[in-house]
C-alpha cells in the first residue's frame, strides 16, 4: 500500500506514508466501516488506493458519522477502474463523506460523484489586533485543568485527542461561558508565512469573540497570523479573503461548520 501512495504522491516521502498509516491503525474503529480505506489489487500488488477517516460524532442530535476521503491513487494502466474504488465507499446515505484537499484535476468528477463545496476561501486574520473583553482569557487545555468541566463531552474529547496529535487545543472564559478551539501550526506561502489553522471552533462568531484573548495568547509563540475557512470575509475579525484558496467539498445529509477539520488527513497525516 505504501509503494502505491508514493507512486501516486512523489512528493511525499515514504516515511510520511508510513505515519499515516500508522496514526490510521491507532484510531478507534467505526461500527463496521474500513478501519484505512480501500484498495485496488492485481495479481498480488496493489495498484490503487483510498484512505478514509472515518469518525462518529455524538451530539445532543444524534449520533453523525463522517468520513474523510484522502490521498485516492491508481497507477495510470488501471485509472478506468479507479472510480469504482471512490462509489464503492460512497454508497452510504447516512454518513457524511468529505474531500478536503481535492487535486484541481478531480474537481469535475467531484462534482459527478455529488460532491458540493461547503468551503469556497480561506480568511487569513490577525487575532491580536482584536480587543480584548475584560472579563475573557485563554488557557491551554488539559486533563486536570479544572475549566474542561464547562465544555460538553463531545468537545472535551476534540480538545484532548487533538492535543495528542499535535495540535494546540484551548479554551476561552469569557462572561462565565467556555469556548473551545483547537489550532494547528503549519507554514503557507510555499513555506515562508508560519500561521496556525483553526482545525476547530464552535462557530466563526465564537471565533470573532474570542479573538484578541487567543490572539494576545498566541504572541507568546511569536504567530501573528492565523487561517480559517470560510465562504466569504469574517465580521469582527481583521484580515482578507482568499476567494477559491483551500476548497473543501462534502456529500452527505450534515456539511460540516465553517471552523471543521477535526479527525481529517489534516491532522491526522499532517499538512
Known amino acids: 500500500m505504501v509503494d502505491c501512495l508514493c507512486r501516486g504522491f512523489p512528493e511525499r516521502s515514504?516515511?510520511?506514508?508510513?505515519?499515516?498509516?500508522t496514526r490510521l491503525s491507532q484510531r478507534p474503529a467505526v461500527a463496521e466501516f474500513p478501519?484505512?480505506?480501500?484498495?485496488?489489487?492485481?495479481a498480488d500488488r496493489i495498484v490503487g488506493v483510498v484512505l478514509t477517516l472515518y469518525t462518529l460524532y455524538r451530539g445532543q442530535e444524534g449520533d453523525e458519522v463522517r468520513c474523510n476521503l484522502s490521498s485516492w491513487s491508481v497507477d495510470a494502466e488501471f485509472r478506468p477502474y479507479?472510480?469504482?474504488?471512490?462509489?464503492?465507499?460512497?454508497?452510504?446515505?447516512?454518513?457524511?463523506?468529505?474531500?478536503?484537499?481535492?487535486?484541481?484535476?478531480?474537481?469535475?468528477?467531484n462534482w459527478a460523484l455529488g460532491f458540493r463545496p461547503f468551503s469556497t476561501g480561506q480568511f487569513a486574520f490577525l487575532p491580536a489586533l482584536n480587543s480584548v473583553p475584560p472579563s475573557c482569557r485563554v488557557l491551554k487545555a488539559r486533563p486536570d485543568l479544572a475549566e474542561m468541566a464547562m465544555l460538553s463531552d463531545s468537545e472535551r474529547y476534540i480538545l484532548t485527542e487533538h492535543a495528542a496529535l499535535g495540535c494546540l487545543s484551548l479554551i476561552c472564559i469569557c462572561n462565565g461561558a467556555a469556548f473551545p478551539f483547537v489550532l494547528m501550526p503549519r507554514?503557507?506561502?510555499?513555506?515562508?508565512?508560519?500561521?496556525?489553522?483553526?482545525?476547530?471552533?464552535?462557530?466563526?462568531?465564537?471565533?470573532?469573540?474570542?479573538?484578541?484573548?487567543?490572539?494576545?495568547?498566541?504572541?507568546r509563540s511569536g504567530i501573528l497570523l492565523?487561517?480559517?475557512?470560510?465562504?466569504?470575509?469574517?465580521a469582527g475579525l481583521f484580515g482578507w479573503y482568499r476567494h477559491n484558496s483551500g476548497l473543501k467539498y462534502f456529500k452527505g445529509p450534515r456539511p460540516p461548520s465553517l471552523g471543521d477539520l477535526t479527525f481529517t488527513e489534516l491532522v491526522i497525516f499532517g499538512p
Not at 478501519?35 to 492485481?42: F, P, S, T, V, W
Not at 492565523?226 to 469574517?234: H, R, S
Open 14 to 21: 515514504r516515511s510520511y506514508w508510513i505515519q499515516a498509516l
Open 82 to 109: 479507479g472510480a469504482k474504488l471512490v462509489t464503492t465507499i460512497l454508497k452510504r446515505r447516512d454518513v457524511t463523506y468529505t474531500n478536503i484537499s481535492p487535486a484541481p484535476a478531480t474537481l469535475k468528477a
Open 226 to 234: 492565523c487561517v480559517v475557512d470560510a465562504k466569504e470575509p469574517i
Open 35 to 42: 478501519q484505512y480505506g480501500l484498495a485496488l489489487e492485481k
Open 187 to 219: 507554514r503557507i506561502l510555499r513555506g515562508l508565512i508560519p500561521c496556525y489553522q483553526v482545525i476547530y471552533c464552535g462557530s466563526l462568531a465564537d471565533l470573532s469573540r474570542c479573538a484578541g484573548a487567543m490572539g494576545r495568547f498566541l504572541l
